[in-house]
């Protein structure tokens, strides 16, 4: 088994950056990290992370390196550069980032050909979840691969799965996400309707919370996004949703499935990037259902 001495992390967006601070607190490990601000770089020094200039400087000083990216584009550049570091130390990567299955394949095969072990390991809950630990981590990975980054894993997150062989939790994640925006879709639904039928939105999601349409998204992105119409611009966005749908669009055509219910979703998500919410977060898709009231 691969002595695993140091950590690097790349990647320190909204979800990389708590992340990186609970493997470098909990994980027993120097952490080099690197991201393209210096912002985030500068408030994990404190707990003691090590900021590397380069991409080539984290591959040449960790073992185990984690990814956390915007999409399948940015992870396929990182690991193709990572994999052509001459004198690069890392021997496992693990991209925590959501990619396209087939893409997440294809880099493992890469990977696998220079000598480094590859999992997927996407994560799922909200920012909060990232700052506590307490992600969802689903994981695609060989069994002794998966045993070997459990560990680390586990200082990010409190509940760590392991999905099935690579692309498997991709796949999860990705049905996950889909689920969560066709869930959103009806939230929208629900609550313009009931405000226009005359109920009070806050009641009407309280009393929909003590019955069998209760969820996770109805208590999170219902009550704490789409209720108060709070919807910033530094949380998980449209655009992401849009991209993240995408890839589980791809997986239901390639299994034969007419996702109608995702592709509803895709058209407000689609519809809210049209007006200008690209950067908002996703749940904003209320104010293109319920449009009257703003």
């Known amino acids: 088994m691969t002595t695993i001495d140091t950590v690097g992390f790349i990647g320190l967006g909204v979800m990389g950056e708590p992340m990186c601070a609970n493997l470098a607190r909990k994980g027993g490990r120097p952490v080099h990290a690197t991201d393209l601000r210096a912002e985030?770089?500068?408030?994990?020094?404190?707990?003691?992370?090590?900021?590397?200039a380069s991409l080539a400087a984290v591959a040449a000083a960790a073992d185990l390196v984690f990814l956390s990216l915007p999409s399948g584009k940015e992870v396929a550049q990182v690991v193709d550069a990572i994999l052509g570091t001459a004198g690069r130390r890392v021997r496992t990567?693990?991209?925590?980032?959501?990619?396209?299955?087939?893409?997440?394949?294809?880099?493992a095969e890469r990977a696998a050909a220079s000598g480094v072990?590859?999992?997927?390991?996407?994560?799922?809950?909200?920012?909060?979840?990232?700052?506590?630990?307490t992600l969802s981590i689903m994981v695609g990975a060989d069994l002794s691969v998966f045993e070997r980054i459990q560990p680390f894993l586990a200082t990010m997150g409190s509940e760590i799965t392991h999905c099935g062989p690579v692309g498997c939790g991709q796949v999860v994640k990705i049905l996950n996400n889909m689920m969560l925006f066709e869930i959103g879709s009806a939230l929208s639904e629900v609550l313009a309707i009931g405000r226009r039928a005359g109920v009070a939105?806050?009641?009407?999601?309280?009393?929909?919370?003590?019955?069998?349409?209760?969820?996770?998204?109805?208590?999170?992105?219902?009550?704490?996004?789409?209720?108060?119409?709070?919807?910033p611009?530094?949380?998980?966005?449209?655009?992401?949703?849009?991209?993240?749908?995408?890839?589980?669009?791809d997986l239901a055509r390639d299994a034969g499935v007419e996702a109608e219910g995702a592709k509803v979703a895709g058209r407000r998500l689609a519809a809210a990037r049209a007006r200008g919410f690209g950067r908002n977060y996703w749940p904003v898709i209320l104010r293109v259902v319920d449009p009257d009231e703003q």
């Not at 072990?117 to 630990?133: I, K």
């Not at 999601?205 to 019955?211: H, I, Q, S, W």
């Open 117 to 133: 072990a590859y999992a997927d390991a996407p994560v799922a809950r909200t920012r909060e979840a990232a700052r506590q630990g």
């Open 233 to 249: 611009d530094d949380a998980f966005g449209v655009d992401y949703a849009l991209k993240d749908l995408s890839y589980g669009l």
């Open 40 to 52: 985030p770089l500068s408030r994990l020094a404190g707990d003691g992370v090590q900021s590397c």
């Open 93 to 107: 990567l693990v991209d925590c980032s959501t990619a396209p299955v087939a893409l997440t394949r294809t880099l």
């Open 201 to 231: 939105e806050g009641l009407l999601l309280e009393t929909l919370a003590k019955g069998s349409s209760d969820s996770f998204a109805l208590r999170n992105h219902g009550m704490k996004a789409m209720l108060p119409r709070r919807f």
